[in-house]
């Protein structure tokens, strides 16, 4: 019930499906039955109408929250969206989708359908979560159905919703596949089938790595435009208005999120088994890593320009989390800035209005103008839409805009990245 899984449970229950939305943390079990959404993306209203029931009626609510995996043993499809994040050695951690399968094993029945949605290297429905199930007894694609369908969910974003962002699918046999295609049809208007779990497992990380190349070619780009003295936000905007042949991808502080800088090593991961190395998506990697670094590096020829340095300084982050419009700060660029920015002197505060208080870094988010007007330095890491960036760049002392958010604005103490 995070991320993936509560909207994909709402868009079931809005359609008149009866679903049980299961997650280990009880703290999330309690919020969906208070009806108290803890997504952006979902709102606590449409949360609590499919978790309630009308009075007097002696129907079970829509949506119904737990965490006990017999209550899914009555479900005819069982949608698997745990968390498939690093481990420390920077390989695929799936001991969460281990876990997960365990349990279920314990519960599954004949007939039920398995889709796996958590991002992965291609095999692992086949060769990691296909024998666990099995240890119940039941034979996959013969007592149950299992397939591999990713998760395209890009939160914040409302012009694609789950109801018009394309659906694939692939099944470890036919009947696998049109079953999950059944399934995914009463919530999506295209349903694409593949032709097993292999190619819908590779489909996602071709989607994410081909974004994360072309960020890091683009964020690239940003470097050298410093050094030729070139905007690369005007070079950026020209090139966009080529009809055909150019898609436009923006540089920015480095990527975070539980997707693209992880996927990556997924792969990379996959491809080291079969003896080969995927060179230029590790390249890719690196770029966009050690973007915070040289973000760093800009503050500090930021403050040389006003002969201040970073020691003693304070540095005010806009925005902590990895995108716009969101509260999720995991893998977040800010987060490197922060540290790397501390390890040199740098006094820093942030204002994020979707993150309060991030845990991990003992700050909370400041008042935006007592902060700007402490300020030696605001630095837009996250362009969140509801601040007002030419009244921060008029009120602050010096401004250094790493997402391009002030281009049209002129201004002696304004930077950009
Ligand atoms: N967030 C996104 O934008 C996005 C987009 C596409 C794909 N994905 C992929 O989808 C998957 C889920 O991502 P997310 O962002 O929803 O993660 P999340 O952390 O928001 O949610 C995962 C949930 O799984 C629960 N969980 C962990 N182990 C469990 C277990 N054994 N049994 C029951 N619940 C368990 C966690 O408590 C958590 O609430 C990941 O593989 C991710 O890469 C995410």
Same mark, same amino acid.
């Given at each position: 019930?995070?991320?993936?899984?509560?909207?994909l449970a709402?868009?079931?229950?809005? @359609?008149g =499906?009866?679903?049980?939305?299961?997650?280990a943390?009880?703290?999330?079990?309690?919020? %969906?039955r !208070?009806?108290?959404?803890?997504?952006?993306?979902v709102?606590s !209203?449409?949360?609590a109408?499919?978790?309630?029931?009308?009075?007097?009626?002696?129907?079970?609510?829509? %949506?119904?929250?737990?965490?006990?995996?017999?209550?899914l043993? @009555?479900?005819?499809?069982?949608?698997?969206c745990?968390p498939?994040?690093?481990?420390?050695?920077?390989?695929?951690d799936?001991? #969460?989708l281990?876990?997960?399968a365990?349990s279920l094993?314990?519960?599954?029945?004949?007939?039920?359908?398995?889709?796996?949605?958590?991002?992965?290297?291609?095999?692992?429905t086949?060769?990691?979560?296909?024998?666990?199930?099995?240890?119940?007894?039941?034979?996959?694609?013969?007592?149950? =159905?299992?397939?591999?369908s990713?998760?395209?969910?890009?939160?914040?974003r409302?012009?694609?919703t789950?109801?018009?962002?394309?659906?694939?699918v692939?099944?470890?046999?036919?009947?696998?596949?049109?079953?999950a295609?059944?399934?995914?049809?009463e919530?999506c208007?295209?349903?694409v089938?593949?032709?097993?779990?292999?190619p819908a497992?590779?489909?996602k990380l071709?989607?994410n790595?081909?974004?994360?190349?072309?960020?890091a *070619?683009?964020?690239? *780009?940003?470097m050298?435009?410093?050094?030729?003295?070139i905007?690369v936000?005007?070079?950026?905007?020209?090139?966009?208005?080529?009809?055909?042949?150019?898609?436009?991808?923006?540089?920015g502080?480095? *990527?975070?999120?539980?997707c693209?800088?992880i996927?990556?090593f997924?792969?990379?991961?996959?491809a080291?088994? #079969?003896?080969?190395y995927?060179?230029?998506?590790?390249l890719?990697?690196?770029?966009?890593q050690?973007?915070p670094?040289?973000?760093? =590096?800009r503050?500090?020829?930021? +403050?040389?320009?006003?002969?201040?340095p970073?020691?003693?300084?304070?540095? +005010?982050?806009?925005?902590?989390?990895?995108?716009?419009?969101v509260?999720d700060?995991?893998e977040?660029?800010?987060?490197?800035?922060i540290?790397?920015?501390?390890?040199i002197?740098?006094?820093?505060?942030?204002?994020?209005? #979707?993150v309060p !208080?991030?845990? @991990?870094?003992?700050?909370?988010?400041g008042?935006?103008?007592? @902060?700007?007007a402490?300020a030696?330095?605001?630095?837009?890491?996250?362009a =969140?839409?509801?601040?007002?960036?030419?009244?921060?760049?008029?009120?602050?002392e010096?401004?250094l805009?790493?997402?391009?958010?002030?281009?049209?604005?002129?201004?002696?103490?304004?930077v950009?990245?």
């Amino acid at each position: 019930m995070g991320y993936v899984g509560l909207p994909l449970a709402l868009a079931f229950a809005e @359609e008149g =499906h009866d679903v049980v939305g299961l997650d280990a943390d009880t703290r999330k079990i309690d919020a %969906l039955r !208070e009806g108290r959404s803890y997504i952006e993306d979902v709102s606590s !209203e449409s949360l609590a109408a499919a978790s309630r029931v009308a009075p007097g009626s002696d129907q079970a609510p829509k %949506l119904v929250a737990t965490t006990h995996y017999e209550d899914l043993s @009555e479900c005819d499809a069982v949608i698997i969206c745990v968390p498939t994040p690093l481990s420390e050695a920077r390989e695929p951690d799936l001991s #969460h989708l281990i876990d997960s399968a365990t349990s279920l094993s314990g519960v599954l029945r004949r007939g039920q359908l398995i889709s796996l949605e958590s991002t992965t290297y291609p095999g692992t429905t086949r060769e990691r979560l296909l024998p666990i199930l099995e240890e119940s007894g039941l034979a996959a694609g013969r007592d149950f =159905h299992l397939a591999f369908s990713p998760e395209r969910i890009d939160p914040g974003r409302t012009d694609y919703t789950v109801r018009t962002t394309p659906k694939v699918v692939g099944g470890l046999t036919e009947e696998c596949t049109e079953r999950a295609a059944a399934l995914y049809s009463e919530i999506c208007d295209t349903v694409v089938r593949v032709s097993g779990p292999e190619p819908a497992e590779l489909t996602k990380l071709l989607e994410n790595i081909f974004r994360s190349v072309n960020i890091a *070619m683009v964020n690239e *780009m940003a470097m050298l435009c410093e050094r030729l003295g070139i905007d690369v936000w005007e070079v950026v905007d020209a090139a966009a208005t080529k009809p055909f042949g150019f898609m436009r991808f923006d540089p920015g502080p480095g *990527m975070g999120g539980h997707c693209l800088p992880i996927d990556p090593f997924y792969l990379a991961y996959k491809a080291r088994e #079969h003896d080969f190395y995927t060179e230029f998506i590790e390249l890719a990697g690196k770029v966009n890593q050690n973007q915070p670094a040289w973000c760093v =590096h800009r503050i500090e020829r930021a +403050l040389n320009q006003v002969s201040k340095p970073v020691n003693g300084s304070r540095i +005010l982050l806009l925005g902590v989390s990895y995108k716009a419009g969101v509260g999720d700060i995991r893998e977040s660029p800010a987060l490197r800035i922060i540290r790397l920015t501390r390890e040199i002197g740098g006094d820093v505060a942030y204002h994020d209005p #979707h993150v309060p !208080e991030p845990g @991990e870094l003992a700050l909370t988010s400041g008042d935006l103008d007592e @902060e700007i007007a402490n300020a030696d330095l605001v630095c837009i890491v996250t362009a =969140h839409p509801e601040i007002d960036y030419a009244r921060v760049v008029s009120d602050a002392e010096l401004v250094l805009d790493f997402r391009g958010v002030t281009r049209g604005i002129e201004a002696a103490n304004l930077v950009r990245l």
